[in-house]
């Protein structure tokens, strides 16, 4: 088993993770004054000259789609990646950790959800003209996209109840639904969405669906609101509500044929959820840094708070989580490599509930540690622990996931689905 990146992975994240010290790390602070100067003013929806900036930078000194995964078609060595060479997942474990303690990281190298889950989608499934056209642009970072999955009127966590309809009509494809928590949306930038939607009902249960490529200019297509995720808009990018009516686009737009978005799916969703965790185990880490500064720097009855009331004991449980969770992850990004998606079924699913709730615990101590401060926007506690519980969410709750792990197990010892 091989947790530890390839020598050429491990250098290019000591890089990256220098590029962050030195570059993005002591720019955070007036991005955010920009943002808040942004909402005052009514223009937060615009995206900061600071972010080009710092993108331009990172993509000469070849920190560039660094998710770009080991077999790209020569997209790495075209589009930037540092020695020409895509990554394997655990090479790119390490970058996703050094991304993570900063929320501006994963924009800068162009690594960011969702668009790198839909790169990947294009990458490994989609045409050579779809490629051309909206696959290339988001290399290069001239464009955003989003993808429509979650609905509004049914429960999403079980994916076939999908109420969106695609429907071949010769050569085109007829669209009609309502989307919810489509992040990305509201940049200005984002102009193609993937769609997933039902196609055929009568099919196997998946086999009934696909996904379609729908430039967000097409007829029919309306973003009806932004949606605040616990009071916060993640502006410019933000969480949308978009209605699809009769919304009508070329067959060739479907990606992989008709009925084959959940064959897609689990090929997106496996590294995807090893990027979201390994930066989740970045951001437990910085929040355990902030915990321990502020627990020695400041005094409560005549101690440092670090020694009041088992804070100490905290930190050290702190510590042993962050450390399983990260070298569970590893176990889910070396099985990806070696063995494919639908070995690593059970341990994607594995990583998905224990790091964001190991996150979420850490977090939530360092804000404790913090007092009020930690509630607050001086401090970037309060969105890390609202980053880790949407976590819980985003790509199947936990109970989804335990449901998985239960399955495999039990079919070891001969139990039915």
Known sequence: MQLSPSPHGADIAARATEFIRTEITPREQDYFADLTKARREGTEWEPLPL?????????????????LPAHDDGYAAKFGTLGGAGLSNVDYAAIAEATGRSFLAPHI????????????????????????????PLLEAKIRSAFLMTEPDVASSDATNMATTVVVEGDEVVINGRKWWSTGVGHPDCEIFIVMGLTDPNAHKYARHSMVLVPRNTPGVTVERMLPAMGYYDEPHGHGEVSLTNVRVPLSNVIGGPGQAFA????????????????????????????????LSRTAFGKPIINLGG?????????????????????????????????????????????????????????????????????????????ARAIRLADGPDEVHRGVIARIELAKYGAAR
Request: hydrophobic share 50%; glycine share 10%; proline share 3%.
């Open 109 to 136: 190298f162009n690594c960011n959800a969702p668009d790198t889950g839909n790169m990947e989608v294009l990458l490994k499934y989609g045409s050579a003209e779809q490629k051309q056209a909206w696959l290339e």
């Open 264 to 295: 897609i799916a689990q090929g997106r969703l496996g590294p995807g959820r090893v990027h979201h965790c390994m930066r989740l185990i970045g951001l437990a880490e910085a929040a355990l840094e902030l915990a321990c500064t502020r627990g």
């Open 311 to 387: 804070n100490r004991e905290r930190i050290a449980e702190a510590r042993i989580a962050i450390n399983q969770a990260r070298l569970l992850v590893l176990h889910a990004a070396w099985l990806l490599d070696s063995d494919g998606p639908m070995a690593a079924l059970s341990a994607v699913s594995e990583i998905k509930v224990a790091v964001p709730n190991m996150a979420q615990k850490v977090i939530d101590m360092a804000i404790q540690l913090h007092g009020g401060g930690g509630l607050s926007d001086d401090f970037p506690l309060a969105g890390a622990w609202l980053q």
């Open 51 to 67: 972010i080009a900036e710092l993108q331009q930078k990172a993509r000469e000194a070849g920190l560039w789609n660094l998710f």
